[in-house]
Each structure stands twice: as structure tokens, then as C-alpha cells.
Antibody, heavy 118, light 108 residues
Framework: EVQLVESGGGLVQPGGSLRLSCAAS????????MTWVRQAPGKGLEWVSI???????YYADSVKGRFTISRDSSKNTLYLQMNSLRREDTAVYYC????????????WGQGATVTVSS | EFVLTQSPGTLSLSPGERATLSCRAS???????LAWYQQKPGQAPRLLIY???TRASGIPDRFSGSGSGTDFTLTITRLEPEDVAVYYC?????????FGQGTKVEIK
């Protein structure tokens, strides 16, 4: 079964760091385009970052310079390292797989909740 | 900057009615890169439509997508109670993805 499972969410103070993990099963993370999307409480969806099969990642302006996307082929896992966290980063973070031809997000994880608060 | 504007904000219909959701882009969207998602309360989003009009795997045929250029539409024929959700359109352009603000579909 094709599945994504996020972990690593939690409560962190402003300025702190957190790393989210997204474990894949049923397909290979390194052979697919993988992305992170977030949703602030009561708000809509916001794209955060993508990594293609090549190493070059892309980021939304709101997280550029603070967040880093990466993957570990041996663990078949995608990561999002979040540094210098701000209150406005509070959200549910979803990892998703992108269709190669459509660039649409065809498999989603269940989400990990990140709360930035003192 | 790409902006997707969805209308209406909320749609309240009776079971069996037809729902028409609009997504208007600030610039021309390549149809191949226009998608629609459904998000039920407390759940992750689910891909409904990609390439503007292609249903994703397992999506009932009462869901259909159409449009081109800057105007796209998601239609739900014969609305069912399980279709209560927020629906988002999304586009891709130059390694950036943009979502609309969503349309909430309610059952009367």
C-alpha cells in the first residue's frame, strides 16, 4: 500500500527548531518528487517546499533561508528541518508525493502539528 | 505572483443538486498543471482532479473538471452528504505551487 506517515511535530518556542519526518511505504522517496504543504489553524493550504529527483530544492518565500527539505534513501524518508521558527509557522504540516507528469499531489500523509508558542 | 481566486466562498445545496465551483487565475495557467483537492473535516486533502479534467484514481464520476486559460470549474453532479468538504484548486508554475483559498460545500 502506498502511504506516507509524518512524525516529529510538537510545541516549540519562537526561535526554536524542529525536524519533521515523513516515512514512505509502497514507493521510493528518492525516485519521486516530494513536497511539504502546511495549513494554519482554520486557514487554507500553503505550499512550503519541494525536492525533485535532482538535489535542487525550492521553497516558498515565507520559509526560505529557515527551512530545509531533504531525504534519506536508506530510510525511504523525507524530512523538513525548520529553524528560527515563528508564531506564524504554527500549522499542520503535510508531506505529499507529486505526480511526475501532472505536478499534482497524489499521495498525502496524515499531517504533523507544529505549534510555535512561548 | 500567481493568485487563484475561488468562488463562492460557501455553497449550500440540497442532496441531489448540482454544485459548480469556480477557480479564476490572475495569469494563464497551463491546464496540465491545474488540480482540484477535497478536504473533509479533520482529514488530509485528497486529489480529485488533475490536468484540469482528469479524475484521480478512485474518484466517482459525479466529480468533473473543466476550463482553460484563467477560468476553471469543478462540478459535482448529484451532491451527496459525503461530499461535505472544502475544495481547493491548485496550480504549478516555475517550481512554485499556489492554492486557492477554498470553497466550502455544505448540505442544506
Amino acid at each position: 500500500e502506498v502511504q506516507l506517515v509524518e512524525s516529529g511535530g510538537g510545541l516549540v518556542q519562537p526561535g526554536g527548531s524542529l525536524r519533521l519526518s515523513c516515512a514512505a511505504s509502497g514507493f521510493t522517496v528518492s525516485s519521486n518528487y516530494m513536497t511539504w504543504v502546511r495549513q494554519a489553524p482554520g486557514k487554507g493550504l500553503e505550499w512550503v517546499s519541494i525536492v525533485y529527483t535532482s538535489p535542487t530544492p525550492y521553497y516558498a518565500d515565507s520559509v526560505k533561508g529557515r527551512f530545509t527539505i531533504s531525504r534519506d534513501s536508506s530510510k525511504n524518508t523525507l524530512y523538513l528541518q525548520m529553524n528560527s521558527l515563528r508564531r506564524e509557522d504554527t500549522a499542520v504540516y503535510y508531506c505529499a508525493r507529486l505526480g511526475v507528469d501532472s505536478y499534482a499531489m497524489d499521495v498525502w500523509g496524515q499531517g504533523a502539528t507544529v505549534t510555535v508558542s512561548s | 505572483e500567481f493568485v487563484l481566486t475561488q468562488s463562492p466562498g460557501t455553497l449550500s445545496l440540497s442532496p441531489g443538486e448540482r454544485a459548480t465551483l469556480s477557480c479564476r487565475a490572475s495569469q494563464t495557467v497551463v491546464s496540465r498543471y491545474l488540480a482540484w483537492y477535497q478536504q473533509k473535516p479533520g482529514q488530509a486533502p485528497r486529489l480529485l482532479i488533475y490536468a484540469a479534467s482528469t479524475r484521480a484514481s478512485g474518484i466517482p464520476d459525479r466529480f468533473s473538471g473543466s476550463g482553460s486559460g484563467t477560468d476553471f470549474t469543478l462540478t459535482i453532479t448529484r451532491l451527496e452528504p459525503e461530499d461535505v468538504a472544502v475544495y481547493y484548486c491548485q496550480q504549478y508554475h516555475s517550481s512554485l505551487w499556489t492554492f486557492g483559498q477554498g470553497t466550502k460545500v455544505e448540505i442544506k
